[in-house]
Every structure is written in C-alpha cells, then in structure tokens.
C-alpha cells in the first residue's frame, strides 16, 4: 500500500497545476499524466524487504519500520537520509535520475539495502 | 571530529575535573568498602582526593563500583511498557545495595531516541543515586539529527572528539570508549583512527601492573557478526591492552550475561534494566525480546564489581530483579 509522504502532499498541487491545461487542451484528447510510481520498502527484522528493488526513473520510495527498534536509511553516498524511524514511521525519497543507489541503517550498519533506478 | 569541548580535560582527572563531571554527585555521599575483612567508611571526597591522580600511581585499594546499561529511558513497546519504572527500580537496587559503590559506569542506550526530554527525564531517575555517573552513548543515544550532538550536550564536557575519556580510581584506570559514532555500511560497531589514536597516547604511560578498566556501549569481541553484535576495529584496541596484565571489558548493547576471557582481557556483556534480547542466533532478528510477565524481572539486572588490588581479575557479581 502507498501512503502519500509529506513532500508527495507538497508536489501533489504542482502536479494538478501542470496535469490542468492538458485536461482542457484543443484537441479535447484527454492526456493523463503519466502516473507517479510508487514502492514500499518494509524494515523489519533488521533487515530490508526487500533487500534490492528496480524501479523507473521518478519512483517515489517509501520505507516504513516495522521493528520495534528505530532504524534509518541513509545513502551510502549520502544524497539522501531520513531521521530516526521509530515503530510505524515512514521515510519517502523520490528517485529523479537512474543509476544504483546503496544505502544502510547507520544505527545497524550490517543492514544494507540496494535502488536500482531504470531511465 | 576534531573538536575537544570545552573545557579540555587530560587524560587522568584530578578530584575537581571529576566532581565537576558528574551529575550525580552528592558531596556526603560515604565510601564502604571491604579492607582486610573491617568494613570501612569515608566521605568520598576525602577518598578521591587520596586516591591517585597519576598513571602509575600506587595508591591501589580496594573498592566497589557498579554498572548499569540500556536503561532505554523512552521505550514503552510491548517488551517492556514500563521501561522508566523498571530504571527506577535498579536506582533502588543500587541504593539498597550493602557495599555501596564508588562510582557508576553507564554502559549505553541512556534514552530509547536520544531526544532532550529522555535525557532530561534519565538524568532525574538517575540522580538519586549518590555515586557519580559515568557514561558512554549506545546508538539510541546518537540517532538524533545532529548524530550525538543532544548525548554530547549533556554528556560530553570535558570528553574528547564524540565523548571519549578516562579517568583513574585508586589504582584502576579507567577508558570510556564510544564505538557507535560513524558507523559504515556492512560493517558493525567502530572505534575509528582519531579515538585509536588517543587511546594508544592514553594507555602510553601507563605501567603494565596497572588494572584496565574499558567500557564502551557494543561488545568490544564478535559476539554475533550477522546481528552486528562486535566492534569492526576491536583488534587494534585489544592490541594496546595485549602488554597490561589485568583488563576487564564492560559493555551493554545485547541486553544479557556474556562472559568470555582471551589471555589477559576478560569480556562481560551486561543486563539492560528495560528489556531483554534473544541470545545469539537463538532469533530470525535481534531485537526486543517479549518474554512472559514473570519471567521478565530474571531478565533485567544491575551489576556490582569489586576490586582488589593483586588479587586478579576484578570480581563482578550480577543481579536481577527478581
């Protein structure tokens, strides 16, 4: 299930403004705007389930800790970190160009997980 | 980091430098300690100032100290919804205790999430006690935004780069180490070059005779490596205590009893006062362990140790709360 992060609820307004005109356009086509994608990652027993995921270019990423230790997911490269995740949290990060992106627990650093962006 | 904070302390505390660090302090708090069989008494500020400000120094004596661990001030999950209390409970163990101790070593996980109010809310349970406190963070410490900037706020005058230090009691030195700061990817606990690099000056003029106290939050030997349960870079430490004859290791992090000795160096794993974990592999995951109510207080323990000088490996007795 996606559950929409506070910054997907930020750009959701932007995507309206953007998506409106083509709605109305000349031609009367209706052009939907091509969906936003989306993908869970769950964090539980230490681990990320699942471990490796590929996912095209634009796909929003949410994780959502499921243990009752708080982790994080840190970037190996350091582009992008969440906060400490209690029970329940979620983290989203929205991946806008393709490539493989390594990333860790900083609290549990055996626990590694791997997005691997399709342009 | 490369920061000291203020106000720089050397590597041996004198009697000032180590009342003004602890929070716990009460200035007529009375020493017990067993010497020759007679029980003895003194305010602990005449037993600081006579004990040995100097490596080396030969003031040895006997003496009592305790450690507490993963206190987990924060947690309320199913484990253990009654974390504070539980802390509670081991600040009157300890203070019920027959030989009370010269000092406490906190071995980490002070706070379940490192925010201001757990560490407030751990400094008010802990300061009934009337020994001073001393302590190092567990990675519940240092999950803030500011990657340990809140435990050094409270925690960190008068430590080096992400709170390290040591100080000395009567006879025993004592090295507070931090192993949960910059952690890396696929690897476990890590003391890290700058941390090393202080300890090997720390130790330096310290003769072979003298007892090592270390304590830091993750077991200092591979307990379990697929559940992270071991310092990456314990074997460098461990080298620069090979020539000491006596060292005994202290640390929390896995929340039960371990006990292992190599040559000169004995290991011991401690209690958490707020829930257990699974042992080794006995789990799919590490983690808070759900026992039944009553079994619960079996699980949770302080820890006493007594030192005498020549006798050996310092003495620890654990207890439960049951």
Same mark, same amino acid.
């Given at each position: 299930m996606f559950c929409f992060s506070a910054s997907a609820r930020r750009l959701a307004p932007l995507f309206l403004g953007l998506a409106l005109p083509v709605l109305v356009g000349p031609s009367g086509a209706l052009v939907a705007a091509q969906p936003a994608q989306a993908q869970t990652v769950?964090? /539980?027993? !230490?681990?990320?389930? $699942?471990?490796?995921?590929?996912?095209?270019?634009?796909? @929003?990423? %949410?994780?959502?800790?499921?243990?009752?230790?708080?982790?994080?997911?840190?970037?190996?490269? /350091?582009? !992008?970190?969440?906060? $400490?995740?209690?029970?329940?949290?979620?983290?989203?990060? @929205?991946? %806008?160009?393709?490539?493989?992106?390594?990333?860790?627990?900083?609290?549990?650093?055996?626990?590694?997980?791997?997005?691997?962006?399709?342009? | 980091m490369h920061d000291d904070h203020a106000p720089p302390a050397p590597s041996v505390l004198d009697r000032r430098q180590l009342l003004s660090r602890c929070a716990g302090w009460a200035?007529?708090?009375?020493?017990?300690?067993?010497?020759?069989?007679?029980?003895?008494?003194?305010?602990?500020?005449?037993?600081?100032?006579?004990?040995?400000?100097?490596?080396?120094?030969?003031?040895?004596?006997?003496?009592?100290?305790?450690?507490?661990s993963d206190t987990h001030i924060g947690f309320d999950k199913a484990a253990n919804p009654h974390a504070r209390d539980t802390a509670i409970q081991a600040v009157e163990k300890i203070k019920a205790l027959p030989h009370q101790p010269d000092l406490i070593l906190?071995?980490?996980?002070?706070?379940?999430?490192?925010?201001?109010?757990?560490?407030?809310?751990?400094?008010?349970?802990?300061?009934?006690?009337?020994?001073?406190?001393?302590?190092?963070?567990?990675?519940?410490?240092?999950?803030?935004?500011?990657?340990?900037?809140?435990?050094?706020?409270?925690?960190?005058?008068?430590?080096?780069?992400?709170?390290?230090?040591?100080?000395?009691?009567?006879?025993?030195?004592?090295?507070?180490?931090?192993?949960?700061?910059?952690l890396k990817p696929g690897g476990m606990a890590h003391i890290g070059e700058e941390q090393l690099a202080w300890l090997k000056s720390d130790l330096a003029g310290l003769s072979a005779s003298t007892p090592i106290v270390l304590f830091g939050h993750i077991p200092l030997w591979t307990v379990y490596e697929q559940w992270g349960w071991g310092t990456d870079d314990s074997a460098q430490a461990l080298a620069l205590l090979r020539r000491f004859g006596s060292v005994t290791v202290l640390n929390g992090h896995i929340h039960q009893i371990l006990h292992k000795v190599e040559g000169n160096v004995a290991f011991h794993s401690a209690r958490s006062?707020?829930?257990?974990?699974?042992?080794?592999?006995?789990?799919?995951?590490?983690?808070?362990?759900?026992?039944?109510?009553?079994?619960?207080?079996?699980?949770?323990?302080?820890?006493?140790?007594?030192?005498?000088?020549?006798?050996?490996?310092?003495?620890?007795?654990?207890?439960?709360?049951?």
């Amino acid at each position: 299930m996606f559950c929409f992060s506070a910054s997907a609820r930020r750009l959701a307004p932007l995507f309206l403004g953007l998506a409106l005109p083509v709605l109305v356009g000349p031609s009367g086509a209706l052009v939907a705007a091509q969906p936003a994608q989306a993908q869970t990652v769950a964090i /539980k027993g !230490f681990a990320f389930v $699942a471990q490796s995921i590929t996912v095209p270019v634009g796909t @929003t990423v %949410t994780w959502v800790n499921q243990d009752e230790d708080p982790h994080t997911v840190t970037a190996t490269d /350091k582009s !992008f970190h969440s906060a $400490a995740m209690d029970t329940g949290d979620k983290y989203s990060f @929205t991946f %806008t160009r393709a490539g493989e992106f390594a990333y860790f627990c900083s609290l549990h650093p055996h626990m590694t997980g791997k997005v691997i962006v399709k342009g | 980091m490369h920061d000291d904070h203020a106000p720089p302390a050397p590597s041996v505390l004198d009697r000032r430098q180590l009342l003004s660090r602890c929070a716990g302090w009460a200035g007529t708090a009375a020493v017990y300690t067993m010497a020759g069989g007679t029980l003895s008494s003194t305010s602990l500020d005449q037993a600081l100032a006579a004990g040995p400000r100097h490596h080396g120094g030969g003031a040895a004596k006997p003496f009592t100290f305790l450690q507490i661990s993963d206190t987990h001030i924060g947690f309320d999950k199913a484990a253990n919804p009654h974390a504070r209390d539980t802390a509670i409970q081991a600040v009157e163990k300890i203070k019920a205790l027959p030989h009370q101790p010269d000092l406490i070593l906190h071995t980490g996980d002070i706070t379940h999430l490192s925010t201001d109010a757990q560490f407030d809310d751990a400094k008010q349970i802990l300061s009934g006690l009337s020994a001073p406190v001393f302590y190092v963070p567990g990675e519940h410490d240092f999950l803030d935004e500011g990657q340990g900037k809140a435990f050094l706020a409270h925690y960190g005058r008068g430590t080096k780069g992400t709170g390290w230090y040591s100080f000395d009691h009567y006879g025993v030195h004592f090295v507070a180490l931090n192993n949960v700061a910059n952690l890396k990817p696929g690897g476990m606990a890590h003391i890290g070059e700058e941390q090393l690099a202080w300890l090997k000056s720390d130790l330096a003029g310290l003769s072979a005779s003298t007892p090592i106290v270390l304590f830091g939050h993750i077991p200092l030997w591979t307990v379990y490596e697929q559940w992270g349960w071991g310092t990456d870079d314990s074997a460098q430490a461990l080298a620069l205590l090979r020539r000491f004859g006596s060292v005994t290791v202290l640390n929390g992090h896995i929340h039960q009893i371990l006990h292992k000795v190599e040559g000169n160096v004995a290991f011991h794993s401690a209690r958490s006062t707020a829930y257990p974990q699974p042992a080794p592999g006995a789990a799919a995951a590490p983690g808070p362990l759900k026992v039944p109510d009553a079994q619960l207080p079996t699980m949770l323990g302080i820890r006493s140790a007594h030192f005498v000088p020549g006798t050996g490996p310092i003495a620890l007795v654990d207890q439960s709360f049951a």
